[in-house]
């Protein structure tokens, strides 16, 4: 157990604006050697190569959040992680000093709970990766992230970025109400779809995290539709979506709320969720991904991040052609194809995404047999990556 120890400043202890606790929130100053994690290829979702977090704890206090799991919070009572933040004070020094020797691509960052309005260190983190020429991907539940609006104006102009927010249910949903409560103290999704509008209107890419979709509560058809339609109306060209994940002390503390306020959901989610489980077992989670991309379809957008691609970026080909392989083997995943035949494709992408040369020289000298010599690409898939590559270039 992290001992929390006060700071002089007096925005070190704020009382808490809300009359479900007497509990008062603690800011710890905290100094971290490093700040930049760093991973070994894009991740399929959201492209990110790099992650980077101002704070540990989050005011929101999402009562489903996975960051209470023990791998992910520092503290023994799943309740401190809303309460105890600790502040990465030395964030944005770390930060530039780890990004101006490393290679440009996409990061993950920013924080806008409520801590930042006082400490700012998302915004002095986006101002490295402004100054050094870093693309950004930002995650959001608050709509304060729109304080950033120019800034990230100005990221963008020099890389294409994405600000997405966190989203599950709409005033139009079944569950509107019970939803927003269980966020806590998150502001509400209206004032989410409100802010992404403007960051639309700003010319940025947008969209939404559906995640995590809360079974009984979230995964109704006339949900998905509210979310996907609520997000084409305002202005966010994709939805991602993905379910509960309920692990140790987070998964305690979370059937512990569903049972205080649902408990007429208890029975389904203790079926979905058995002992040692980690992901829903025995849940249509196919189906309900298809309705979103039948949805997303619907309303002219997608079920997929599009991945921004750095201005001058040698090896954009490269990246063209592993977002079309993700694209590819994740519409397998829907389809329910072999796991071999999802794996065949997975590890192509990764081959291509290590690729030190332009695959579009190697096929101008090379042709097709210069596509099958790339490892994990062969015969069977190098007349599909030849597709890709002709579809890149019309
Ligand atoms: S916004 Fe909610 S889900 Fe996201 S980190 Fe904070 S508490 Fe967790």
Sequence with gaps: MIQPTLHKHPAFLAPRSTTMTSKRTIFIPYHPKTILNKHKRAD????????????????????????????????????????????????????????????????????????ERKFEVSRRMLEVCRDLGFPVFVLERAPLVLRELDLLREI??????????????????????????????????????????????AGILTGICMMPILPGLCDSDANLEAVVRWTAQHGGRFVLASSLTLSDQQKDYFLGVLG?????LLGLYQRLYPPQSYAPADYPWRRIALKIREYCEKYGIRDRAPRPIIPGEKRA????????????????????????????????AWAVEDLEQDIGLIYRNMGLKGLQSIPNIGASLGKAVERMLTEIAS
């Design 44 to 115: 399929h979702w959201f492209w990110t190569r790099y992650s980077a977090y101002p704070y540990i704890g989050c005011q929101h206090g999402c009562e489903f959040c996975y960051c209470r799991e023990q791998k992910y919070s520092p503290y023994d009572d799943p309740n401190d992680f809303s309460y105890l933040i600790k502040v990465k004070e030395n964030a944005p020094e770390l930060l530039r000093r780890a990004l101006s020797r490393t290679p440009v691509d996409l990061i993950f960052t920013g924080d806008y709970q409520a801590a």
């Design 260 to 264: 205080a306020r649902f408990p007429g």
């Design 156 to 201: 963008n102009a020099r890389a294409p970025s994405i600000v997405a927010f966190s989203i599950i249910s709409t005033p139009d949903s079944p569950h509107y109400p019970e939803v927003c409560r269980m966020e806590h103290l998150a502001p509400p999704a209206a004032k989410r779809f409100a802010a992404m509008e403007k960051f639309a209107a």
């Design 317 to 348: 080909r490269n990246k063209r052609v592993v977002e079309k392989l993700a694209d590819q083997l994740y519409a397998m995943e829907l389809n329910g194809e072999s796991n071999h035949r999802i794996w065949a494709y997975r590890k192509a």
